[in-house]
């Protein structure tokens, strides 16, 4: 009954399969489907079954089968989801600070308890929330502060977040998690239960996700920073590219929090789909 979805159609999931309830078989999403070999009728068989996606103030971009390289800034990083059924990665710290300061100087949000070097909060990246949702309480101890309540207590113009996982920080720019548009903050607290986060949209307006579901069991994400001088598409367009594949092998011996991995040297050509998304 939101009023976000009046003149909506529907909603089109492009996430992994559930396990449904009560002996109940879930629906699988369209990609599994449109990429499924044993299904005669379908003519996008060939396509891999990955996608990418990256937004804008006002539009957005998926990509099916892979990535416009020209959309990235710099080279894809990779690193294998920690579930088979959500696209989970393993935060181990998120800061908060002036742009100009930089991450070394920015505040620490995530306070574990009795660290040891190795915590993690597990992070699940969603195209379809528009938010970044930080810890809304201490977690049952396992944090020594509020996440949410020290951003609030923070919050200040220019500032970004520095999202750390794999070893690797991503700024999250002020431009991005502020909506000037409508003069918002979209920065939430964690619903009562939640143990983790919920990285949104805030985060696709600076970098370019790929969603790689090809090994059913493991499936990969990959981020590389979106280019500011790529647009969006303003129509369909079948393309492709000579891309550089995921270090497969490499990740398969993580658990999935430790690192990233860059793309192979090699390249193979992949057939892109880019799709532009309009707001109404």
């Known amino acids: 009954n939101s009023p976000d979805f009046n003149g909506v159609d529907g909603i089109l999931g492009f996430g992994l399969p559930k396990p449904g309830t009560e002996g109940k078989q879930l629906p699988r999403p369209i990609l599994w489907v449109l990429t499924d ?11 891999k079954r990955k996608f990418s996606f990256f937004s804008t103030d006002d539009a957005a971009e998926l990509q099916l089968g892979g990535y416009d390289p020209d959309s990235c800034a710099d080279s894809m ?3 294998p989801s920690l579930s088979a059924t959500d696209f989970i990665v393993g935060v181990t710290s998120v800061k908060f ?20 070097g190795g915590e993690y909060l597990p992070a699940i990246m969603d195209s379809g929330t528009s938010c970044l949702v930080l810890p809304g309480s201490r977690l049952d101890g396992r944090l020594r502060n509020n996440p949410f309540n020290d951003f609030s207590a923070l919050w200040a113009r220019d500032s970004s977040f520095w999202v750390s996982m794999g070893g690797r920080h991503f700024e999250v720019p002020f431009s991005s998690w502020y909506l000037a548009r409508t ?3 979209c920065v939430q607290p964690s619903p009562a239960g939640m143990q983790g986060l919920l990285i949104g949209d805030v985060f696709f307006r600076s970098y370019m996700v790929e969603f790689d579901m090809q090994d059913e069991l493991r499936p990969i994400i990959g981020i590389a920073k979106l280019s500011p001088r790529f647009n969006p598409v303003t129509g369909n367009i079948l393309r492709e590219y000579e891309l550089r594949p995921a270090p497969v092998r490499k990740l398969r011996m993580l658990r999935g929090e430790e690192t990233m991995f860059s793309a192979e040297h090699t390249t193979r050509l992949n057939e892109v789909d880019q799709i532009p998304i309009f707001n109404k």
């Open 37 to 47: 070999k044993d299904d005669r009728d379908s003519n996008t068989q060939n396509l």
């Open 77 to 79: 990083h990779y690193t």
């Open 97 to 116: 600070g002036p742009h100009m300061d930089g991450f070394d100087a920015a505040t620490e949000l995530l306070q574990f308890t009795d660290p040891t």
């Open 183 to 185: 003069n918002q903050t």
